[in-house]
């Protein structure tokens, strides 16, 4: 790895620090060559550090370790993306990221449903709201629903028009994300059972 460690005249490149599970970025820090070969041969991330101004391993005082995974340099290779697996809360203030943000897997888009999906059970307007309206009627009718859905995606699926097959698949997902919920869960506990089978 040709790190170009001489474009910063303190010999520094900018870490960032990733968790390899939950693609959340965790801190930033910065390294000398040194520091990369003692990450490397430890499989600890090691920084240099600017304030004591020597080699610091991430957690070497509070057992907060940051478990190297992977490292990737960028395209002007002055700078580090390190995957880890951080044992703990990464932000010397005791939170996941130096950013205080939770350090949870998340999908985007589906997550955003979930949370409205969420907020929308709990204000439990069934005049105004479908997923409250649903979930008025109980688990059974949220389950027959899905049930419904996935009947239709398999009808749509053996036609040939490809925007009925995506509608379908769309209320499937929509609905399941609301059985989940009945029955106090979310899409993550399911990703946490395939990931338990991943060989």
Same mark, same amino acid.
């Given at each position: 790895m040709n790190v170009d460690f001489n474009k910063n005249p303190d010999g520094l490149v900018p870490a960032i620090i990733q968790d390899a599970s939950t693609n959340k970025i965790l801190m930033l820090g910065y390294m000398n060559d040194d520091a990369l070969q003692k990450t490397i041969s430890t499989q600890l991330v090691t920084f240099f550090s600017r304030t004591k101004q020597r080699l610091w391993t +991430? @957690?070497?005082e509070s057992g907060n370790v940051l478990n190297l995974v992977d490292i990737k340099l960028d395209c002007d =290779?002055? =700078?580090l993306l390190i995957k880890v697996n951080p044992k703990g809360p990464t932000c010397h203030k005791g939170t996941d990221t130096c950013w205080n943000e939770t350090n949870k897997e998340t /999908? @985007?888009?589906i997550s955003n449903l979930e949370e409205?999906?969420?907020s929308r059970i709990k204000a439990g307007d069934s005049e105004k709201s479908y997923v409250a309206s649903l979930f008025a +009627? @109980?688990?059974n009718k949220i389950a027959q629903k899905v049930g419904e859905e996935a009947v239709e995606v398999v009808i749509e699926? +053996?036609?040939d028009n490809d925007d009925l097959f995506l509608d379908e698949s769309a209320d499937l997902l929509f609905? /399941?994300?609301m059985l989940l919920q009945a029955k106090g869960f979310k899409l993550n506990d399911v990703v946490s059972v395939l990931k338990s089978r991943e060989k």
């Amino acid at each position: 790895m040709n790190v170009d460690f001489n474009k910063n005249p303190d010999g520094l490149v900018p870490a960032i620090i990733q968790d390899a599970s939950t693609n959340k970025i965790l801190m930033l820090g910065y390294m000398n060559d040194d520091a990369l070969q003692k990450t490397i041969s430890t499989q600890l991330v090691t920084f240099f550090s600017r304030t004591k101004q020597r080699l610091w391993t +991430k @957690g070497e005082e509070s057992g907060n370790v940051l478990n190297l995974v992977d490292i990737k340099l960028d395209c002007d =290779s002055d =700078s580090l993306l390190i995957k880890v697996n951080p044992k703990g809360p990464t932000c010397h203030k005791g939170t996941d990221t130096c950013w205080n943000e939770t350090n949870k897997e998340t /999908y @985007g888009f589906i997550s955003n449903l979930e949370e409205t999906i969420e907020s929308r059970i709990k204000a439990g307007d069934s005049e105004k709201s479908y997923v409250a309206s649903l979930f008025a +009627k @109980g688990i059974n009718k949220i389950a027959q629903k899905v049930g419904e859905e996935a009947v239709e995606v398999v009808i749509e699926a +053996k036609d040939d028009n490809d925007d009925l097959f995506l509608d379908e698949s769309a209320d499937l997902l929509f609905h /399941y994300l609301m059985l989940l919920q009945a029955k106090g869960f979310k899409l993550n506990d399911v990703v946490s059972v395939l990931k338990s089978r991943e060989k």
